[in-house]
């Protein structure tokens, strides 16, 4: 911190006030205050605290947010998250909650999601160096991945699980 110069500076976590979301931004303004920042929580309503996290301004200097994925593909994490499309500036709609933009990493986005020439092996190296370039510029810090541990007998048959849809029960059966 003393080399950054923002010691003792004064932040502002905003989150919502829902109780996973509270203790993990009172723990999290705990490490903050233990690196030498004067921070403090300001939890939201959980209505509107995303809106509110979007809206550049509301000059929201660190959120704390969890995003999942309705599909497995790293542009609904990158792209999403940090295109320049998805910046919408004073808006209570803009995904892009850092305004990040940057013109070559947008490029190999649009690249990587549009070329049908590349191999899917070519496309993975192709989001492995776009990762690797936002995360130099680090305008998100991802802090938790979630996992999922579903455990079924042998007997239940068609079973699937989806992120977006969970487990469909009208789908399964037991034999």
């Not at 487990?167 to 034999?175: A, E, N, T």
Request: charged share 20%; hydrophobic share 40%; net charge negative.
């Amino acid at each position: 911190m003393r080399e950054s110069g923002t010691a003792g500076q004064h932040v502002t976590l905003v989150t919502a006030n829902t109780s996973i979301d509270y203790a993990m931004g009172t723990w999290l303004r705990d490490m903050l205050q233990n690196i030498g920042y004067q921070a403090t929580l300001r939890p939201l309503s959980s209505s509107m605290a995303f809106n509110y996290m979007q809206n550049s301004g509301n000059h929201v200097q660190i959120a704390l947010k969890d995003w999942s994925a309705d599909y497995p593909s790293p542009s609904n994490f990158l792209d999403d998250l940090l295109g320049c499309e998805n910046f919408h500036p004073n808006s209570d709609s803009s995904i892009n909650i850092p305004g990040f933009c940057d013109k070559r990493i947008q490029a190999l986005m649009d690249r990587a999601k549009t070329d049908v020439s590349l191999t899917p092996h070519q496309t993975d190296e192709l989001w492995r160096e776009v990762d690797h370039l936002v995360m130099e510029q680090a305008p998100i810090a991802p802090a938790i991945e979630k996992d999922d541990v579903i455990i079924t007998s042998p007997r239940l048959k068609n079973f699937f699980y989806t992120q977006v849809n969970k487990l469909f029960f009208s789908q399964v059966w037991l034999q």
